[in-house]
């Protein structure tokens, strides 16, 4: 789709000749643009970075500077920009609450928007939301002077095909990772070094009952040769556990963790009737412990995408037999659930899938 609203959009992988990023660790070279009000868009969940994150946090507060509005989906790591000494300094709006800033969002200190994740990169590409810094992790360029994305594509793809001026926080830790995560040196402004291992989130037990629930799950409503997608949770993580004598299943899903390689080692998941990227696992975030951060990196069979793709309806429903396990925190008599919130009381965010799908 090419039209007015995404004529400026950059294309990360191409490479812009004779444009070379410089390498600092010095705050005020990398954010000596940076003006009251700017926004910042910080990549979010296992890949954020949090090195670079301390640095303009230092910085802002250093220069007095007012109002600086963060976007980052699902923070996590030490959030330098929720502590006590940046009051006035920074303000947060996520589209997913996570644990680090779920007291934040509750209390008024940082903004939640109310919308699907697969939206979000729309907010960037349609320019609501015009980014003057973007803050990304990348893997260490090839020699090609190519880096990725890492573990977390999500809504990072879109901010660096619009924001001002990108920053990458070259990370030797960072995987290297296939599908739209590519990204050339010569579209960064800036290059920072930060060596930082990735942010884990530990792997759920269930209790007895989401035990005997993830049970039934897996013997009677996933079938051989289905396409799953498994989200957060102590259900869906006790799932993938018990989905080992299955056949032939494949993976679109938005997370993947650490349950699905056990799947893979044991050739449960082989993607074969998946049309959709067939023999490859499509997600858009890796998220669990260092060894889901193995197990992608430099592996061509995991093949991540901008959220607002892997999301669509419509790509989706390429796929045979669909089979999601989500949690809830309620259910009424009719059917009706409440999955990012109980009461007024905002938990996660707004997940699953859009109504029609827009790049």
């Not at 089979?323 to 007024?344: H, K, P, R």
Request: include cysteine.
């Amino acid at each position: 789709m090419v039209g007015p609203a995404y004529a400026n959009l950059q294309e990360p992988i191409a490479p812009i000749p004779g444009k070379y990023p410089v390498w600092s660790s010095t705050p005020s070279e990398l954010f000596s643009e940076l003006k009251d009000d700017s926004i910042v868009f910080i990549q979010g969940a296992s890949a954020s970075p949090t090195l670079l994150t301390n640095a303009l946090h230092d910085y802002v507060l250093e220069k007095k500077l007012k109002n600086i509005r963060i976007y980052q989906h699902l923070p996590l790591g030490d959030l330098a920009y929720l502590r006590d000494d940046s009051k006035g300094h920074f303000k947060l709006s996520t589209t997913y609450s996570s644990k680090n800033c779920r007291d934040a969002v509750n209390d008024g200190r940082a903004d939640f928007i109310p919308i699907q994740i697969s939206e979000l990169p729309l907010l960037y590409r349609k320019q609501h939301v015009e980014i003057d810094y973007a803050l990304v992790m990348l893997s260490p360029p090839d020699k090609h002077g190519f880096c990725t994305l890492g573990s977390a594509i999500g809504s990072a793809r879109s901010a660096v095909q619009n924001a001002k001026r990108i920053i990458g926080q070259i990370n030797p830790l960072a995987p290297v990772t296939y599908g739209d995560s590519t990204v050339h040196i010569s579209r960064l402004d800036y290059l920072f070094h930060g060596h930082q291992r990735l942010s884990e989130m530990p792997i759920p037990n269930a209790n007895e009952t989401e035990q005997k629930i993830a049970a039934i799950i897996a013997e009677n409503l996933v079938d051989d040769g289905a396409t799953i997608q498994l989200g957060f949770g102590r259900i869906p993580y006790e799932v993938t556990y018990r989905l080992r004598s299955h056949k032939d299943l494949g993976v679109h899903a938005e997370i993947i963790a650490d349950g699905i390689i056990d799947l893979v080692n044991l050739g449960v998941i082989t993607n074969r009737f998946k049309p959709v990227q067939r023999g490859r696992i499509v997600t858009s975030y890796c998220i669990g412990t260092q060894r889901v951060f193995d197990f992608v990196n430099e592996n061509p069979q995991v093949s991540l995408h901008d959220i607002a793709w892997v999301n669509a309806t419509e790509v989706i429903a390429r796929n045979p037999k669909v089979t999601t396990v989500n949690t809830c925190f309620e259910m009424d008599l009719t059917g009706q659930s409440a999955a990012d919130g109980i009461g007024e009381f905002i938990f996660s965010g707004m997940l699953l899938i859009p109504l029609t799908y827009s790049l």
